[in-house]
């Protein structure tokens, strides 16, 4: 019975510490999570520049940014961004070919949502 009371106890402050560490885990708070670019002539390189606020109790360090293709290029704050900070994403889109588009950039950070996305799209015009 002692074994089970202490196991339990252990398990349940487990539970409340793993919770109170998530609760000050730094977290992205976006302005906008989706740019429209419009209509936009082929061949004309375009950028937008994604702000966000750590929301969170602790500095927020982004490990990775990635695009889906080599036509979408972004950059990011590379420092640790504080609680209450903000940070920049920009992601530049190479309008090569005349169709519309759609793509999505992913952000790998230690936040409470340690995967996010955004996105951009458009619709690239023939000259």
Do not use: W
């Not at 409340?16 to 885990?25: P, Y």
């Not at 989706?34 to 969170?56: A, L, M, R, W, Y």
């Not at 695009?67 to 979408?72: L, P, Q, V």
């Not at 290029?73 to 588009?101: H, L, N, Q, R």
């Amino acid at each position: 019975m002692k074994k089970s009371l202490l196991l339990l106890f252990i398990a349940v402050s487990f539970v409340g510490f793993s919770s109170m560490i998530a609760q000050d885990a730094p977290e992205f708070k976006f302005e906008q999570e989706t740019h429209d670019f419009g209509k936009i002539p082929q061949g004309t390189p375009v950028s937008h520049e994604f702000t966000f606020t750590n929301t969170g109790e602790e500095p927020l360090i982004i490990n990775k940014v990635e695009s889906t293709c080599g036509c979408t290029v972004p950059e990011y704050t590379k420092t640790p961004i504080k609680p209450g900070e903000t940070g920049k994403i920009k992601i530049t889109f190479d309008a090569a070919a005349a169709s519309p588009f759609s793509k999505m950039v992913t952000i790998r950070s230690n936040a409470k949502t340690p995967v996010k996305a955004l996105y951009i799209k458009g619709v690239v015009q023939k000259k």
